[in-house]
């Protein structure tokens, strides 16, 4: 029982296109993240979302965009990719006021 | 701005050979601060949450200790299934839930 799960695991593009990624967690917590993680493993939060409403929205560039459709879902839609958009995306899901986060095994994005 | 900063960037031990990793933290009021493990392709692992100066906490060959102004992730007599990268990360009081990490320190143990 993957208690984060995320798909794909591996996602290769093209320049320009979109491309979803996908978040799943069972473990019952009401807040959900999305993590990139660049090339030297620095982890930098993007979103956040508590009961499917949005709390955390870092400086990302608008052509990322996520979404929740209930609290055990978080979904990441990337609009016009980009090489720089390359990296590692985790998603991770918590319990507000207890502590600590329960990661997923990342999707790696490649733009080509 | 919260900041935090590990110590080094990479360990080498050989097998047995004890030692610890820095992690010293800038926030305006910590509410916690977190160890996780990473293994190569996967995510983070959660090892320890630490809440106020003096705290310490262990599992197995680690030992986690926090200050006012840093924490050590002291390992001893490491195997080489402990090679992996730590990283350390804090949560801010009065904030967000976000986790603001460090950018790691690649532990190496050799046999």
């Known amino acids: 029982d993957t208690a984060v799960s995320q798909t794909p695991k591996y996602l290769v593009t093209q320049m320009g296109n979109d491309k979803s990624i996908k978040c799943e967690q069972n473990?019952?917590?009401?807040?959900m993240y999305w993590y990139k993680q660049d090339s030297k493993k620095f982890l930098k939060i993007m979103f956040s979302?508590?009961?499917?409403?949005?709390?955390i929205n870092e400086t990302v560039p608008n052509r990322f965009s996520p979404k929740s459709p209930d609290k055990a879902h978080l979904n990441l839609h990337i609009n016009s990719l980009e090489l720089g958009d390359s990296a590692v995306y985790f998603c991770?899901?918590?319990?507000?006021?207890?502590?600590?986060?329960?990661f997923g095994s990342g999707t790696r994005l490649t733009v080509v | 701005e919260d900041q935090v900063t590990q110590s080094p960037e990479a360990l080498r031990l050989q097998e047995g050979e004890s030692s610890s990793l820095n992690c010293s933290y800038t926030v305006s009021g910590l509410r916690g601060l977190f160890w996780y493990r990473q293994d190569p392709g996967k995510g983070p692992e959660f090892l320890f949450t630490?809440?106020?100066a003096g705290e310490e906490k262990e599992k197995e060959r680690l030992k986690a200790t926090l200050t006012k102004k840093e924490s050590f992730l002291h390992i001893t007599a490491p195997k080489p299934e402990d090679s992996a990268t730590y990283l350390c990360a804090v949560q801010v009081r009065g904030g967000s839930e976000k986790l603001v990490f460090g950018k790691g320190t690649k532990l190496t143990v050799n046999p």
């Open positions: 991770a899901s918590s319990q507000v006021r207890a502590y600590g986060y329960t």
């Open positions: 979302y508590n009961n499917k409403e949005l709390i």
């Open positions: 630490l809440y106020s």
């Open positions: 473990l019952g917590h009401d807040t």
